[in-house]
């Protein structure tokens, strides 16, 4: 029986490749630094290129496997992998000049990079034990290298993903209960939850810097998502001096000229408004603190005061039902904007005089999707807050006008994001509205011309 | 118009991309562009930049319009709104004529010093006046009659003759540098409603029918309110032009209630005509109308259809809507005794605070008479007295009804007036004309920054120093709160992607939102 012998020469260069590009990232190390712009120049091939070798890794499974029946393609599974070899070395050539070039440092681009080589150095070595393996010999190595190639694949191009399309891309638009699997709970922000901060300054940086400046990408080896990474600055030194906004290269950078090349945030990305400049300048003025909650001018919590909406689930199935609801006269369901994960508003002023309970029970399988419940008017009682307590999602509950007394009313309670209740013009008793007490969430009470109007103001907004 | 050399904030550069020319023209551009960087670095691919300019056009979008429900149809291809409303419905108190601002909200101390000395050239520049006071040989400063207080925790100024808008004072969003393009009533009156001087153009309430729909079926989406003019006022034409809805089709067009007697004519069904009958004749008249639509394809048959079909459901839901006898006596505690005579300022308020509840998108609230050339010491006090408490009263009563949350409510003018006294000067009276570069406009509600006064003007109120606001912005912020991208809420028509801001570039004024 012959025996095929890896070839000597074939071995030393599967060798030396291995070891160059394991040695490189010591030598050409990713600091935060740019480089030569003729790198980034052909780096920005790299998001071009490596669809080739993808496609050719993931050839090569199917041919072997095809190749059971004909021989043929297992002939051709040799060559598509010495092919996807060739253009993966490349397409990993100018990943790393990409990388290199542009200063890009931080845990997804590492990931990305190392997955990269290990996957490079996989095929090599498939490469290299597949003739042994198609004559009958040593059975289990090249199926096993294959394998892990293709986990090495996934992997490394999940993270490349996340590289150019941002790391909750995948789970963004995830049916809540599954991104409750997926999706980690954000990084502490190193500062008083309750201070200046957290409530102004870190939501600013999140929204406008971190998307470069963070855990996955930390251009010019600069991170802005925590409050020590914040004040540990960067490769060219610190970024923010407590008390001197005029030395602190943050400012320095977000006030230049857009046209300047350093001006921030970079890349065609919003640019911070005039008022979230000012309030870092007044920021770092007064210390740059990690506990202080107040500045001078400015309010602690932002001034629209009420909670970010949460995203509601996933209603695609039920559009059907809901267009058909919008083409008839009646109780509709109404999209509160493009984004369908807005949620849905139930309007009824159409047939207020006449939509009663029974009828709001009907809407209980859309109750996870609806922020906005509009029963002012309507003939619904105290009935109502059965089917009420199952709209999680609701914010805005309209049951003003109504026949309602407010008994059953601390049903309301689990529905933590209800901000908004109007109980104006209904039959509300003392005794109910005492049951509000119990509702911290709620911003925005409207008790006027009930027996439990308060004397002086009828609008409660607690701070 | 010419930006005030104090003036550090300029308004931003023109772009291409953000004209309103077709969208496949856009594209077209794009490939074009893409073409000449192309063929200037590798010289040899002229064929891709064609195809890509060919796919362009191909995907240009096709008008498809639902039969049964035209609105419905367009308003889903839309997508409106374009992100999450602050404000789901607006109320616009128009102050038809131009108040002087400097009487009521921009309050100019130091002007008392300055009696009857001519206003500086240099203030004045070179700007064209009107007819009415280029012939005049000076420009005697008039100071304001009045005497401003502060008010509020916010401590802004108001000036005597608004007692009760000095009362809400801290909820109101005030602007005092809206500036606009044009010196006389007719120009700018269009210009601030449909972003254009010369009619044709839709105006605010019909793109936001347009684009946002209705909210009850059963009443107009965009309704217009008409103040009785008073005699002694000078009171300049406010008419349907204002309320058209342009190119847009003409079931967006405002819904004007009449200011006395009945407020739709000939709403009540004749005698021996029951609801039925009436049913039965409009369900004909639609079939007759649906075969004319489909001999002669015009969509303003279905506008007519459509609009049948709303004066049906208007016979019932317009009389509950203008029934006031349901109203508890502190409605008429707080609005006081003009809410119960139709036509009136207070009433039309208490009206457009009805129609809030009931769901209208749009109303349009008209007080003619602001045109103080001259008297105004004498005409002045009975303008504010009409309308102060009304305001006051709307805001109070929406906000205690938990309605102020969601709902915008606009005070505006077409433009402001002048510093210098038109005509004589005398110790006790003066007029004010036409002036365009600076007026103040309040705003309070849904999406709003509560409390400030935006912008600077100089001290005669007579250029902006800090923060100008031209009207295409102002309407382009009005448009924010309500959820929609001014420049994405188009509509194809004469070669152009028409838009309420028209052509010029314009901005969301952020430092008003909240």
């Known amino acids: 029986m012959q025996r095929a012998r890896i070839p000597t020469a074939a071995a030393l260069r599967v060798t030396a490749t291995a070891f160059i590009l394991l040695l490189s990232p010591f030598v050409f190390r990713l600091n935060g630094h740019t480089h030569a712009d003729w790198l980034q120049f052909f780096g920005r091939f790299h998001p071009a290129l490596l669809h080739i070798p993808i496609g050719f890794i993931v050839l090569v499974p199917i041919l072997e496997v095809a190749g059971v029946r004909r021989t043929a393609l297992r002939e051709s599974a040799g060559f598509v992998l010495r092919l996807a070899v060739a253009f993966a070395l490349p397409t990993l050539a100018l990943g790393y000049m990409l990388a290199y070039g542009s200063g890009d440092t931080g845990s997804t681009v590492t990931g990305h990079m190392w997955g990269a080589i290990v996957l490079c150095i996989s095929l090599m070595i498939c490469a290299l034990v597949r003739p042994a393996w198609t004559i009958g010999q040593q059975p289990r190595v090249y199926p096993a290298l294959l394998t892990f190639s293709l986990l090495a694949l996934l992997w490394t191009g999940h993270q490349g993903g996340s590289l150019s399309h941002g790391s909750d891309y995948l789970t963004r638009y995830m049916p809540a209960g599954m991104r409750h699997v997926f999706s980690s709970s954000p990084p502490g922000i190193g500062a008083d939850p309750a201070s200046f901060y957290a409530q102004r300054i870190h939501p600013v940086l999140d929204q406008k810097c971190v998307a470069c400046h963070g855990s996955s990408t930390e251009k010019g080896g600069l991170r802005l998502d925590s409050y020590p990474n914040l004040m540990h600055g960067g490769k060219d030194g610190l970024v923010v001096i407590a008390g001197k906004p005029e030395a602190s290269v943050l400012l320095a950078r977000v006030t230049l000229p857009t046209s300047d090349k350093h001006f921030m945030p970079a890349e065609g990305r919003t640019p911070l408004t005039p008022d979230e400049i000012k309030m870092i300048r007044a920021w770092i003025t007064a210390g740059a603190s990690s506990t202080a909650t107040s500045i001078p001018g400015f309010a602690a919590a932002a001034q629209s005061g009420d909670p970010p909406p949460q995203p509601v689930g996933d209603y695609s199935a039920l559009m059907p039902e809901i267009q058909r609801m919008q083409q008839q006269q009646g109780a509709k369901l109404v999209l509160v904007s493009a984004k369908p994960s807005d949620g849905l508003i139930l309007r009824t002023v159409d047939i207020a005089s006449t939509f009663n309970d029974a009828q709001l029970a009907q809407f209980q399988k859309f109750a996870p999707y609806i922020v906005e419940a509009e029963l002012s008017r309507t003939d619904i009682t105290d009935a109502a807050f059965e089917t009420l307590r199952s709209f999680t999602h609701l914010r805005a509950l309209r049951l003003d006008g109504t026949a309602i007394t407010g008994s059953g009313l601390a049903k309301l309670a689990p529905l933590k994001q209800l901000t908004y209740l109007n109980l104006s013009n209904t039959h509300l008793t003392m005794q109910a509205a005492a049951t509000l007490k119990s509702m911290p969430q709620l911003r925005h009470v409207y008790l006027f011309n009930t027996p439990a109007e308060p004397d002086q103001a009828s609008a409660k907004s607690k701070p | ?514």
């Open chain 2, 1 to 514: 118009m010419k930006q005030h050399p104090l003036c550090t904030d300029c308004e931003p550069e023109l772009d291409i991309t953000s004209l309103p020319i077709p969208a496949g023209l856009k594209r077209g551009w794009s490939a074009i562009e893409t073409r000449r960087r192309f063929l200037g670095r590798s010289g040899k691919v002229l064929g891709w930049a064609a195809l890509a300019s060919l796919l362009g056009e191909s995907a240009l979008r096709s008008h498809g319009a639902d039969v049964k429900n035209p609105a419905l149809a367009t308003r889903n291809n839309l997508g409106l709104p374009h992100f999450a409303p602050k404000a789901k419905r607006a109320i616009y108190l128009f102050m038809s004529g131009g108040p002087p601002q400097m009487d009521l909200l921009d309050y100019k101390p130091g002007l008392a010093a300055q009696f009857n000395k001519d206003i500086p050239d240099s203030v004045r520049g070179s700007q064209q006046l009107t007819g009415m006071t280029a012939g005049q040989s000076r420009f005697p400063i008039a100071p304001s009659h009045w005497a401003f207080k502060q008010h509020g925790q916010t401590g802004t100024w108001v000036s005597e003759l608004l007692p009760y808008t000095a009362r809400m004072i801290d909820d109101l969003t005030i602007v005092k540098t809206v500036n606009t393009d044009a010196i006389n009533h007719e120009p700018a009156i269009m210009l601030i409603n449909t972003g254009n001087m010369n009619p044709g153009k839709p105006c605010l309430g019909s793109w936001l029918a347009y684009g946002l729909g209705s909210m009850n079926d059963n009443l107009p989406t965009f309704i217009v309110l008409q103040t009785k003019t008073n005699p002694k006022e000078n009171n300049q034409p406010v008419s349907s032009r204002l309320w058209s809805s342009g190119f847009l089709s003409s079931e967006y067009a405002g819904v004007g209630l009449r200011s006395g007697g009945d407020p739709v004519l000939y709403l009540a069904d004749p005698d021996g005509v029951d609801r039925d009958t009436r049913r039965k004749m409009l369900d004909a008249v639609e079939q007759i109308n649906r075969q004319t639509q489909s001999d002669v394809g015009d969509p303003e048959t279905n506008a007519r259809i459509a609009q049948y079909e709303m004066a049906f459901r208007m016979q019932a839901s317009v009389p509950e809507l203008t029934d006031l006898s349901k109203e508890p006596q502190s409605t008429w505690d707080l609005y006081g005794p003009d809410a119960k005579i139709p036509g009136t300022f207070t009433y039309n308020c208490l009206l457009a605070r009805r129609m809030a509840e009931r769901g209208v998108r749009f109303t349009q609230v008209y007080k003619r008479g602001w045109d103080v050339h001259g008297d105004v010491v004498g005409v002045l006090p009975v303008l504010c007295q009409e309308t102060d408490r009304a305001c006051y009263a709307l805001i109070t009563d929406l906000k205690r009804r938990g309605l102020l949350d969601d709902t915008l409510v606009v005070w505006a003018g077409e433009f402001g007036r002048t510093v210098y006294s038109q005509g004589g000067l005398s110790a006790d009276n003066y007029g004010r004309d036409h002036h365009p570069r600076c007026f103040t406009t309040w705003m309070v509600g849904g999406g709003l920054r509560p409390g400030i006064t935006y912008g600077e003007t100089d001290d005669y109120s007579y250029n902006i120093v800090k923060d100008p606001v031209h009207v295409r912005n102002f309407n382009a912020t009005i448009l924010a709160c309500l959820g929609i991208d001014h420049n994405k809420l188009t509509y194809e028509f004469q070669g152009l992607d028409q838009r309420l801001t028209g052509p010029a570039p314009a901005y969301v004024v952020q430092g008003l939102l909240a």
